[in-house]
């Protein structure tokens, strides 16, 4: 299926605009890929476009032409977003000090129906699912044509929790882009949690909307209503779902992620050290969607299996889909998360005269499968310094009678302590 693709009035945004910038975006060739118009005091205006900025050939925007736009739109709310209404475009205003609006970012909002024909088969699953993405790549169009998919074409009981409007436009009439879904504005960012809660206890969804998770309470309330059986979806800044593990505020919504200690025989089998990180609840979402570009995504379908090998080490192939100009998807499957094999060797390393706290460092530099005693008997072999074995003291000598290897570094650095462990470790 193609993509059809609605400009959602573009006009109505050039009305808002000063003459000159208006006619200069209309002569434009490339209109339908624009993105956002750029007006800062003193600067040329400029238009963005996907894959660059480009200035237009105007005089430098005044304070007269700031206000021509802030005459024309609507409130400005505490995010300093205002929009126009029965449109999906958005307006953000740049303040100075004295709180005076010196630049605006005029955001073009489209609807845009078929997008989400690349990702149809996960949206029917049922399953609550994250979009994860960089800022203008298109996660708020596709989250807007799955909330009207799902509420028209699947006939679900969909809530959208719209801060700031973006989803279903400004104005108390939501957008038809939505299609059947229904929409609750939220007055402040700083609610959105509590609206979130609010949809569920009050409206009886079968399906939540939300856009731009990005607080701890966020995502807290995205988590409580998860557990009480109804389908989430949402988005959230980040480029991969790695990236999402190393975000404090966020890694909740992947089951977040607690420090366990192993027993010593857990640890030799995984090869690994005594403190490790594991997943400590179920994911907030089960399948993870990263838009790495309009047409090329990237999908997480068990999110928990996939969290779990990436914390011990293992190589993850997730599914690749590619749409190309026609219209054809591609799909790529991935494989099963799976662990990364058991070390042949776990080392029990001895250490005579080299300094434990520096060994234990070094090991957990280097993430090598070694692990200390302090038990000759239990010892595989023996690192000690150079000086230590020219003097060849008893410990060392008992060590050789057993037939431990006995390794020796020159100094008791974590450098040189680094170096053995590589060392050793390339021998399997």
């Known amino acids: 299926?193609?993509?059809?693709?609605?400009?959602?009035?573009?006009?109505?945004?050039?009305?808002?605009?000063?003459?000159?910038?208006?006619?200069?975006?209309v002569k434009m060739g490339d209109r339908q890929d624009l993105l956002e118009i750029v007006l800062d005091l003193g600067r040329q205006p400029e238009v963005r476009l996907p894959t660059e900025f480009r200035s237009l050939n105007l005089d430098a925007v005044t304070r007269e032409d700031i206000d021509y736009v802030l005459k024309r739109v609507g409130h400005f709310g505490s995010d300093n977003r205002a929009g126009i209404e029965r449109t999906l475009h958005r307006i953000s205003a740049i303040r100075n000090r004295r709180g005076d609006v010196v630049g605006l970012t005029c955001r073009i909002g489209r609807a845009v129906f078929g997008t989400i024909d690349i990702i149809r088969d996960v949206v029917e699953e049922g399953q609550s699912f994250l979009l994860l993405g960089r800022p203008g790549v298109g996660k708020t169009t596709m989250l807007r044509e799955v909330a009207r998919v799902l509420a028209d074409e699947l006939d679900k009981r969909v809530i959208i929790v719209d801060t700031s409007n973006e989803i279903a436009g400004d104005g108390d009439i939501p957008h038809p882009a939505i299609g059947r879904a229904r929409r609750m504005q939220v007055a402040h960012p700083d609610q959105q949690a509590a609206v979130m809660i609010e949809a569920v206890e009050n409206h009886m969804?079968?399906?939540?909307?939300?856009?731009?998770?990005?607080?701890?309470?966020?995502?807290?309330?995205?988590?409580?209503?998860?557990?009480?059986?109804?389908?989430?979806?949402?988005?959230?800044?980040?480029?991969?779902?790695?990236?999402?593990?190393?975000?404090?505020?966020?890694?909740?919504?992947?089951?977040?992620?607690q420090?366990?200690?192993?027993?010593?025989?857990?640890?030799r089998k995984r090869g690994s050290q005594k403190t490790v990180l594991e997943r400590k609840a179920p994911p907030t979402f089960e399948v993870v969607v990263e838009i790495r570009g309009r047409n090329l995504l990237v999908v997480h379908r068990n999110v928990a299996s996939t969290v779990d090998a990436l914390l011990r080490g293992a190589m993850v192939l997730p599914e690749v889909r590619m749409r190309d100009d026609k219209g054809k998807i591609t799909i790529t499957?991935?494989?099963?998360?799976?662990l990364p094999a058991v070390q042949k060797v776990n080392y029990r390393l001895f250490p005579y005269g080299v300094s434990r706290n520096r060994i234990e460092k070094a090991i957990s530099n280097t993430g090598a499968a070694v692990t200390l005693t302090g038990d000759l008997r239990d010892a595989d072999l023996v690192l000690t310094l150079k000086g230590q074995y020219r003097k060849m003291p008893k410990g060392l000598r008992e060590a050789e009678q057993r037939g431990l290897p006995i390794e020796i570094i020159r100094s008791n650095t974590v450098t040189q302590i680094e170096g053995f462990l590589a060392q050793l470790m390339g021998r399997d």
């Open 333 to 338: 499957p991935g494989s099963e998360p799976s």
């Open 1 to 25: 299926m193609n993509q059809r693709e609605i400009v959602d009035d573009l006009d109505r945004l050039l009305e808002v605009l000063p003459s000159p910038v208006r006619q200069e975006v």
């Open 259 to 267: 420090a366990v200690t192993l027993g010593d025989e857990e640890a």
């Open 205 to 257: 969804p079968e399906v939540i909307v939300i856009d731009e998770i990005g607080t701890e309470k966020e995502a807290a309330a995205a988590r409580t209503i998860a557990e009480r059986g109804v389908q989430l979806i949402g988005t959230a800044h980040g480029t991969t779902l790695e990236s999402l593990m190393a975000n404090p505020t966020l890694v909740d919504l992947l089951g977040g992620l």
